[in-house]
């Protein structure tokens, strides 16, 4: 799927289990160059542009949708899994949650839960993270990403937004950055946050390897260097610039 542009657009749905996103609920292929506007409301897993991607790619899409969810939630995809990726993607719209019961809870400003194998590279939200409830299920919230399990991400950014929520792992990039012995992954290299009321990049580091650092004097040009020195050394066509006050993003 290629190129679609959605302008506000309202999309509910009040079944419990499931995906819910702008562009696809839920997606095994590639998506590339689409935009979300509007809001996603969902009491399961929702993303701007897609609900949950399993395996494929999404690769330069961007929402400035309200995503809200009680599960996984994300300002572009909900759930990332089996070695999907995201690549130079981004999101502004405010991503919210509510703790429910016993449902564990992801949210992100890109991602809510980046599963094994899958690969986030130059994404970056401004958007706030932002949620509520008493539910006793687990709750991770990351200004990027709320859960890398067994994942990787690389050069991504958070900025701007408000990254909080109720009790459990709450960071600026990651509420948790989890790897295990069978799949590997838990690795989070050159990615940044300033301004979004979080002391720490990770919230928890489960045995991962998580390089994140915080902006604190709101001038990002040392981070776009190191950001893209880390893009090159991925093999990455895309890099970033400072044109703004915040970095974006250009294809070599």
């Known amino acids: 799927m290629k190129n679609v542009v959605l302008e506000n657009v309202q999309i509910t749905s009040d079944y419990q289990y499931g995906y819910v996103g702008g562009v696809a609920g839920y997606s095994r292929g590639n998506i590339e160059n689409c935009s979300v506007s509007g809001s996603v409301s969902s009491r399961c897993t929702a993303g701007g542009v897609v609900g949950q991607q399993f395996g494929g790619s999404i690769t330069l899409c961007g929402s400035s949708a ?6 996984e939630v994300g300002g572009v995809a909900g759930k990332t899994d089996n070695s999907a990726t995201l690549t130079a993607c981004y999101a502004t719209g405010n991503v919210t949650f509510e703790r429910a019961s016993t449902i564990n809870t992801f949210a992100g400003g890109v991602v809510g839960l980046n599963g094994t194998g899958s690969i986030l590279t130059a994404c970056y939200a401004t958007g706030n993270v932002t949620g509520t409830g008493t539910g006793t299920g687990s709750c991770c919230v990351g200004g990027v990403t709320g859960d890398n399990f067994n994942g990787t991400l ?6 701007n937004g408000t990254v909080s929520g109720p009790d459990g792992a709450t960071g600026g990039v990651a509420g ?15 990615c940044y946050w300033g301004d979004n009321g979080q002391e720490q990049g990770i919230g928890y580091n ?8 915080m902006v604190t004097d709101g001038d990002w040009q040392n981070a776009v260097t190191q950001m893209n ?5 991925a093999g990455s066509e895309w890099q970033y610039e400072l044109t703004g006050a915040l970095p974006t ?4």
Do not use: P, R, W
């Open 176 to 190: 948790q950055n989890f790897k295990d012995s069978m799949f590997g992954g838990g690795i989070i290299t050159a």
């Open 229 to 233: 020195a880390a893009l090159q050394s």
């Open 154 to 159: 690389t050069a991504c950014y958070h900025a």
């Open 206 to 213: 489960q045995a991962g390897t998580g390089e994140t650092t």
């Open 249 to 252: 993003l250009t294809k070599q």
């Open 66 to 71: 309200t995503v809200k969810g009680t599960g």
